[in-house]
């Protein structure tokens, strides 16, 4: 019903996704903008220029996942972090929980915001335990709960999914609000593009 709601029978023609929108962290009075790059079956790049920060990249080339920001430098991803990437590579190019899911299990009903959701336990394809609320009515996934591996170890996080709309017949959030360790990170997408041409260049990890 969830794959149903959110079009996913749609998404088989999709083999490329451009997004762009603003980032901002209200509690710390910072903003600026992102773009984020999917292409099937398993690449990503996510780049944000963030004010007083500079620009952050994250991106994954199937094999190698890697990072580059002002803070830490030119770096290559390993091991849980490794994994991680995998995943939401994985995740964001097909947008199917049921591909990137294991095991799950329905455990309940829960309010998220004034929306009655199931709430379902499950292992991500890459084994990190996740929460994923799933709205009674509308079928659409409006939080996720899991543990996230950073440089500084693993942190919870949860993100609520907000202000879903259609493009070309799929789901999207447009308003993605992110919760780790105390920090509110808030996406909200300005534009939705499938099928872009995408050099898988942009996606391996730069000389420097």
Do not use: C
């Not at 690449?43 to 990072?67: N, P």
């Not at 849980?80 to 309940?108: C, F, H, V, Y």
């Amino acid at each position: 019903r969830a794959a149903q709601a959110m079009g996913l029978a749609n998404a088989a023609k999709i083999r490329t996704v451009q997004m762009t929108g603003t980032i901002s962290y209200p509690a710390q009075g910072m903003q600026g903008r992102y773009e984020a790059f999917y292409k099937a079956p398993n690449k990503t790049l996510l780049k944000a220029t963030i004010q007083g920060i500079g620009e952050i990249q994250q991106g994954f080339d199937g094999k190698v996942g890697w990072e580059k920001s002002p803070i830490t430098g030119l770096r290559e991803l390993k091991d849980a972090e490794l994994a991680q990437m995998r995943w939401s590579a994985e995740m964001g190019a097909s947008n199917d929980l049921r591909k990137t899911l294991r095991n799950p299990r329905l455990i309940g009903q829960e309010k998220v915001g004034n929306r009655d959701t199931f709430v379902i336990t499950a292992q991500t394809t890459v084994g990190t335990s996740i929460k994923v609320y799933i709205d009674m009515q509308r079928y659409l996934t409006l939080r996720m709960d899991m543990e996230i591996a950073t440089p500084q170890g693993k942190l919870n996080t949860s993100t609520f999914l907000e202000n879903y709309r259609r493009v070309d017949g799929i789901m999207y959030p447009f308003t993605i609000r992110q919760s780790t360790a105390g920090i509110e990170a808030v996406m909200r997408i300005e534009r939705v593009r499938h099928n872009v041409p995408l050099s898988d260049a942009i996606f391996r990890k730069p000389k420097n």
